[in-house]
């Protein structure tokens, strides 16, 4: 080799060395004080007090039952839950007043820090009756919002329109529908309801005409909704099974002004007392267009016929033979008082109304503060959000002490309530929230 090419060779070796030195100090952080650090040795030590100090220093390994900083994070961000109700329309002042309720319920769960530690967020929609806004609703907030727990809705028809839908999304729902076609648990797997069926209603209702009214001619009066449908059917079967035959069966679209041709057809059938499945103004409309005909004839009906809508809307003076069910909860007479929880929640609510004493009525309001509550339960129970597991959790209550009722879900049977639950009350006789039972009890 000449010496030529010897000194090109050490200049390169040289050179290489140089850049090797460079980057290994970029490697150091750019910090020529810093030290190297020490080489891990490729055998265990033996001295075991030596090692302790360095075990802080070790990255925790993950564990599939260790919370993840992702998860803690997420367990700080508000529980978001979907409200769907009827807060206008000619319903309207049905689901206004189960709005209020179930915000009151929020209200108190927040003070208390939430839900399994997540303070809750309300997305409210509201249907105004509608079965086609309900669906939208409903697809809004699995679609769009990720939500998977749904209070609401307000009225059946609407609950028939997001439940298959629902369903398919695996998204919890509990509102106040009560037509007997949403009664199947195997089918809407994750619907539930705080309302009796229309199969009970109508039981108690029918019970009432014929046992205690001694009524021999019965006629009956529905609108033509999911709900009116549920209640004719209802009655049908339970007056026949006490060996009765309505003497006229008459319905109408939801939301008619006039129901004078109806009722004119009931009175020439020679009707004693009228069966009802209608709700809300409808029921206003029925009781006056009765009074404007001078037709005194008992009037049956839902827990709906109680509320102060129904009441002030068709005015006092014209109820006096109006009669509702009712939780037996709600209601009072000399030999059964109101329960202290329903004292305690009417109490609550004329704080709230700015009532003294208390004008309003419970009905609505208990239901879906109650319902906030079972809400509540059946998330802590199952320690989740997903609507399959909530459902699941929710079919193991038992006798859950509300202000409204007591309530009972089971795996065949997503009502809370059933015909036990249930009396018949003067809907005009209010007294500080709740009210009196109708003669008989």
Known sequence: MSDKSRKRRILGLVFSATI???????????????????????????????????????????????????????????????????????????????????????????????????????????????PTKARTAAQEFSEKLGITLIVGPTLSSPALAMMPYLTEQKVFM?????????????KYPYAFTGTPWATYQSAIVAKY???????????ILADNSAYGNSAVAGYQEHLKTRGVSPVAVEQFSQGAQDMTAQLTNLRKAGTEAILAGTLGADSVRVIKNLASMGWEVPYLGSSDMATTVVVEGAGVENMKQVYGYNQERISFSDKRPTPAKTKEFAGKLAKKLNQSPLKESVLQPSLYYDLGYILKWAVEKSQSTEGSKVAAALETMKEYDGAHGV???????????????????????QKEGVFEMAPGY
């Open 20 to 130: 090797i030195i460079s980057l290994l100090a970029a490697c150091a952080g750019g910090n020529p004080s810093a030290q190297p650090s020490p080489q891990p040795s490729s055998q265990p030590s033996t001295n075991t007090k030596a090692s302790e100090p360095s075990k802080p220093a070790e990255s925790p390994k993950p564990s599939a039952s260790s919370p993840q900083p992702s998860a803690s994070a997420a367990s700080k961000e508000p529980l978001k839950i979907g409200v769907i109700l009827t807060t206008s329309g000619p319903m309207g002042g049905i689901g206004s007043k189960q709005a209020l309720g179930f915000n009151m319920a929020v209200e108190e769960i927040n003070a208390a820090g939430g839900i399994i530690g997540r303070k809750i967020e309300l997305v409210e929609r509201d249907d105004g009756g509608d």
């Open 174 to 186: 509990i509102g106040s529908h009560g037509a007997d076609a949403a009664n199947d648990p195997k």
């Open 209 to 219: 005409a014929v046992e205690i009214l001694k009524a021999k001619k019965i006629g």
């Open 407 to 429: 309530f009972t879900f089971t795996k065949d049977n997503h009502s809370g309530l059933d015909l036990d639950d249930l009396v018949m009350v003067k809907a005009a006789n």
